[in-house]
């Protein structure tokens, strides 16, 4: 007998999850199920996002709702609008051969009148996020008064959210025996309070331990020097030439640079974050899961939720704050039975860290080393190998071309023209990694500064940039945007707006890229210039960008602190806001 079936799930619905792949139970639906279908308890769950949760609730719901009523009988509350999406999907599809089954998905950043609609013609399951359902009922466009089931999805990060409030706000409209069912991937105290406030006597349900992560994830680290961070990050990737990822940074900004930094280098990403306009969103997510990007560059706030399969990394670009957010991020691998690492760049300091969320995971790290170069390219040209054993030929459109083409290679033997297609890719990484230095840190540490000034903040590689990176004393409080700044400069020192790479406006002062070629003109165009009675002042904020322009170094400034000019130019510029970056000056905050 079908295992569902067995756990008392009725036939259309069995017929409708055995096409989406389900065979048997997930742990969680093979626990949960039969105490969710007696309809009669509260319920916790301790469950990671990719367990199987959403059908854990989900086909219980389908068997205890009365479908030939019309009004809302279940209410989902979850944090985002992408899960929020994704849960009333996946209960539509369970429900695909039940008849009279209405779902409603309601969530901000859409037409309100178009959700306000369905719930007109009637729906018996309500999935929302709090905000806009809070909005909803404020214009009592919605009855909760027969609500039976009321399940609090990712509770833990619906509190992180600050959605607290809402909540309970939205279930005070709610009758008080419905019963409740709280499902969240960690249980920190605020989450055991909100279980004790709603609930009398929950079955609780712990799948692992607490706080523990995925058995399926493997936890690697690297340990790099800051300045070393974004080329041992591209080694990494570089090593894995499958990788489907997610990179985790700590704000948005960082999101973007290291986003932007990857573009430039040919690398097939984008960023995630909380400045993007919800249709910008879309589309990123829409990209990455048809696999047209390979890295999504995320905020922790941006990436909650999102559930894509087959993710093979996790990287910690920069650690969370909260250990929470660790086994949130991580949880994003490893999905629905599969495998996944979670990779972590740290630098020294950091180690310590690394041994609190062993702690908290209850799991051991794996220390690892950056990749020589040599390894990256091997790992290369063996997956070239493959692809190139593996491709589909297209023999009718191939085949005509043949003829001319053999006439072409008559003169070379199987090896040389082996090596002659392989090459077409391969010297590419080759001749990056030819001379590329061992990234790890105690080799840095031997190496001592023979490699100060040959990365920039990003600890991008020199020889991967054509630009310097300025820094000029006029900002956002002068009222100027990028594109004025970019007007500004090249009205000033007569140069194209072309020679121009990013600007990164920020309030009293600006950082901005030139073309090496161009940073002369830059430099004598803003000789004894004024801006509103204040002396302008242009200075080079890289670390050693334009090799061979030492003249200009001695005005330069590191904000790295390397330098005895870089220490003071850094305490001027703190003052100011400056934000410590890629430095490794960053003040570590510290929630766990
Ligand atoms: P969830 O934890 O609900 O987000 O589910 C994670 C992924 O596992 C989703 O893609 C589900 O479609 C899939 N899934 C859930 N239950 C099963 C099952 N019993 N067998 C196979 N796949 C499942």
Redesign the pocket.
């Known amino acids: 007998m079908n295992p569902f079936i067995e756990l008392g799930i009725r036939h259309d619905i069995v017929n409708a999850i055995t096409e989406?792949?389900?065979?048997?139970?997930?742990p969680i639906?093979e626990q949960a199920v039969p105490v969710l279908l007696a309809g009669s308890n509260d319920f916790v769950g301790l469950a990671q996002?990719?367990?199987?949760?959403?059908?854990a609730f989900g086909l219980p719901l389908l068997e205890l709702l009365d479908f030939s009523q019309k009004h809302p009988q279940a209410l989902i509350l979850c944090p985002t609008r992408e899960l929020c999406l994704q849960i009333s999907k996946d209960i539509e599809k369970y429900a695909k051969n039940l008849p009279d089954v209405h779902v409603v998905a309601v969530y901000g950043g859409a037409n309100i009148s178009d959700q306000l609609r369905q719930i007109r013609r009637g729906v018996q399951i309500v999935v929302a996020t709090p905000g806009r359902m809070l909005d909803i009922i404020g214009r009592k466009a919605i009855d909760f008064s027969n609500v039976r089931y009321v399940v609090l999805d990712e509770a833990d990060e619906m509190l992180n959210m600050g959605f607290q409030e809402d909540i309970n706000n939205i279930l005070s409209t709610t009758p008080e025996e419905k019963k409740t069912w709280l499902f969240s991937a960690t249980m920190p105290t605020e989450v055991r309070r909100i279980a004790k406030k709603y609930m009398t006597d929950p079955f609780e349900l712990t799948m692992g331990t607490k706080n523990t992560g995925n058995a399926n994830i493997e936890h690697h680290y690297y340990v790099v020097r800051a300045r070393d961070k974004y080329p041992a990050f591209k080694r990494i990737v570089d090593s894995n030439p499958e990788i489907f990822g997610i990179v985790f940074c700590r704000t948005k900004i960082e999101t973007q640079e290291i986003a932007e930094a990857l573009i430039k280098d040919g690398y097939n990403a984008d960023s995630l974050h909380g400045d993007l306009s919800q249709q910008q969103r879309d589309k990123v997510m829409k990209r990455y899961r048809e696999r047209s990007l390979q890295l999504l560059i995320a905020t922790d706030v941006a990436a909650r939720g999102i559930?894509v399969?087959d993710v093979t990394h996790v990287i910690n670009y920069s650690l969370p704050d909260e250990l929470e957010n660790y086994t949130h991020r991580s949880g994003r691998t490893a999905?629905?039975g599969k495998t996944g690492i979670s990779i972590s760049l740290v630098n020294l300091k950091e180690l310590g860290k690394i041994r609190q969320i062993e702690k908290g995971i209850g799991k051991p790290f794996v220390k690892m080393e950056v990749p020589k170069g040599e390894a990256v390219v091997e790992k290369q040209l063996f997956a070239l190998i493959n692809k190139v054993h593996d491709v589909a030929v297209n023999d009718d459109h191939i085949d005509r071309y043949l003829p001319q083409i053999m006439e072409s290679f008559a003169d070379l033997s199987k090896e040389e023209i082996i090596k002659r297609f392989t090459s077409l890719e391969f010297n590419r990484f080759l001749e990056y990694y030819q001379n590329a230095p061992d990234l790890n840190v105690d080799a840095n540490e031997a190496r001592g500064g023979e490699r100060k000034g040959k990365a920039d903040r990003f600890g991008r590689d020199s020889y991967r940039s054509d630009y310097t990176r300025l820094f000029i004393n006029l900002g956002s409080v002068d009222d100027f945007s990028r594109g004025d700044i970019l007007g500004y400069i090249c009205n000033a020192t007569q140069i194209s707006g072309k020679a121009i790479g990013k600007i990164d406006l920020k309030g009293v002062y600006t950082f901005f890229e030139v073309e090496n070629t161009s940073v002369d003109k830059v430099f004598s165009g803003f000789q004894n210039v004024d801006f509103n009675g204040r002396t302008v002042r242009v200075e080079n904020a890289g670390e050693g960008h334009g090799e061979g322009r030492g003249e200009k170094r001695s005005r330069s400034f590191r904000h790295g602190g390397e330098s005895g000019n870089g220490n003071r130019r850094k305490r001027e510029h703190n003052g100011g806001g400056f934000r410590g970056g890629y430095s490794g000056k960053r003040r570590e905050k510290s929630g766990w």
């Open positions: 989406l792949g389900f065979e048997t139970p997930t639906q996002t990719g367990t199987g949760k959403t059908a559930d399969n999905r629905a």
